[in-house]
């Protein structure tokens, strides 16, 4: 029997530094600050004094330290991912992440 509650993807309590673009990506668009927590595979909540409404649709950096991973150069790395907002309360705003994504090392 299923187990009602149970969420499918293991979430980590990370804060991780995120840029939120609403209009597209790169210096061109609008973009908002956040920070995560409560981070998984499939989304994540946003701590920011600024959510947006449900439904927004937008692309999402997030930075990755990289003080344990050693194959990859460098001492961060960007993860691309594209999501939508699907909760929002007093505090942030939870985002589901699509399936695509991508890892960049970041110089520096």
Request: aromatic share 8%.
């Amino acid at each position: 029997m299923p187990e009602f509650g149970k969420r499918k993807l293991e979430r980590f309590s990370l804060e991780l530094p995120a840029r939120i673009f609403v209009d597209g990506e790169g210096e061109e668009a609008d973009f908002l600050d956040a920070v995560t927590s409560d981070i998984s595979a499939g989304g994540a909540f946003f701590h920011t004094d600024t959510p947006l409404p449900v439904g927004t649709e937008m692309y999402v950096d997030l930075i990755l330290p990289l003080d344990e991973l050693k194959k990859i150069e460098g001492k961060r790395a960007n993860i691309k991912v594209k999501g939508s907002v699907i909760r929002t309360g007093a505090r942030g705003m939870a985002i589901s992440f699509d399936k695509k994504y991508r890892i960049v090392p970041m110089p520096g």
